[in-house]
């Protein structure tokens, strides 16, 4: 009996043991050597109004163990009123770790990276929402004032070192720490990269010129002016490398090799420091205190995006907080209810065309080539659809916010101050 019960004990322990584990560490093991310095480039024209700049990136990907670019381009915002805190990478004590981007009210901790275009290691200086409005700084963004009316201009001082290195921590690393505001950030309300975001993310890593083994630091896209574009005029490529980079051998970048971060000859960038395998290399806001912790990743870091419109989830907006209007706030949900059915119907009808389109694939026993073609047609298509029900939702929440915000009878918002 008592034999049993301690077999019994012990299979509890190691299923708990097991269950603390997380899944991420069994497949996943540290980076170290880190990525390259960012690209030089040129921004990309602004494609129209409340579209938010994200800077491009160095994204890893497990399975070919290596880094590849994933360009900078202009973004509808998910809400009014929210900015885009971009992703960074930071050395963690046993290997770098990718602490992912996020939108929200205030722009958080980037890692003091200079990105450009605004983004400069703090903060952001490329625009600002008024009136439920973005307004553009002309001085550090491209826009074209014929079509975008929204501008200011504010010349930026930028009191940081200027140089393309893409990570903080570690030797040669940015040393910048994150202020009281931008810590408090992570814990407001916030939201992941939007599905054009993740998407692409996604058409990047399929992208052989996109890897850092095959450009040395100097991707053919550096940036485009919408997600997921990445032939034709909008397509940016980049001017030069932002520094030396030597890619270790296949497999030495996850287990260490002794050669220096980022893969610059120079010693100031180097991560010499051996060791074994540790779990997890990517972070999100919600875990991220301080560049040299690192925590476990969940298995929810790289949702694949959808590409089909059957794919997407209807819309079904939440009841908004009441304003001081009444008859307004009525009127809001009654027009939510009515765009989320019409968005619905524009959803259905393109899923069925897209499953006429497979059936007629199927019936003309066409080859690999050719459902290759049509699945990037479908997702282009999918990916079109999304960002314009997104514009029409901004659109709406634009049309009402104000008037709910307002007494009935009150004087209409005056002009944004300072503009």
Known sequence: MRKSIS?????????????????????????RFGPPPLPVYEQPLCPGPNYLWTPG??????????????????????????????????????GFIFREGFWGPVVGFYGGIDYGYGYFGHGYEGGRWDNNQFYYNRSVNNVNVTEIHNVYNTTVINNTTVNRVSYNGGDGGVTARPTA?????????????VQTQQQHVQMAKAEPQQRASVNRGKPAVAASSRPTEFKGAAVVPAKEAGGAYNPPPRG??????????????????????????Q?????????????????????AEEPKPPTHARDIQPWKPAAPAKGSNAMVDQKYEKQQAKLAS??????????????????????????????????????QQTQ??????????????????????????????QPPHGL
Not at 59 to 83: C, I, K, Q, R, S
Request: charged share 20%; hydrophobic share 30%.
């Open 342 to 379: 019409q968005q619905e119907k524009q959803r259905q009808k393109l899923q069925g065309q897209q499953e006429r389109d497979h059936q007629a694939w199927q019936k003309q026993q066409a080859d690999e080539a050719r459902k290759q073609q049509l699945e990037q047609q479908h997702a």
């Open 7 to 31: 077999l019994f004990c012990s299979f509890i322990a190691v299923v708990m043991l097991a269950a603390a584990i997380p899944s991420s560490a069994q497949i996943r093991v540290a980076i």
């Open 57 to 94: 990136y160095w994204a890893y990907d497990y399975d070919d163990e290596d880094y590849f670019w994933v360009p900078g381009t202009w973004v509808m915002a998910p809400e009014v009123g929210y900015l885009w805190t971009p992703g960074y990478w930071a050395w963690g004590g046993d």
């Open 181 to 193: 505001q931008e810590q408090a950030a992570v814990n407001q309300r916030h939201l992941p990269p």
């Open 252 to 277: 030495a970048t996850a287990r260490g090799n002794g050669q220096t971060a980022g893969g610059a000859t120079e010693p100031q960038r180097g991560e010499t420091s051996r060791g074994s395998a």
């Open 384 to 413: 079109k659809m999304q960002e314009q029900h997104t514009q029409q939702r901004q659109q709406l929440q634009q049309k009402y916010q104000p008037q709910r915000n307002e007494p009935p009878h009150n004087q209409p918002n």
């Open 279 to 299: 779990p997890a290399t990517t972070e999100h806001p919600e875990t991220a205190a301080r560049p040299e912790e690192s925590k476990p990743p969940t298995q």
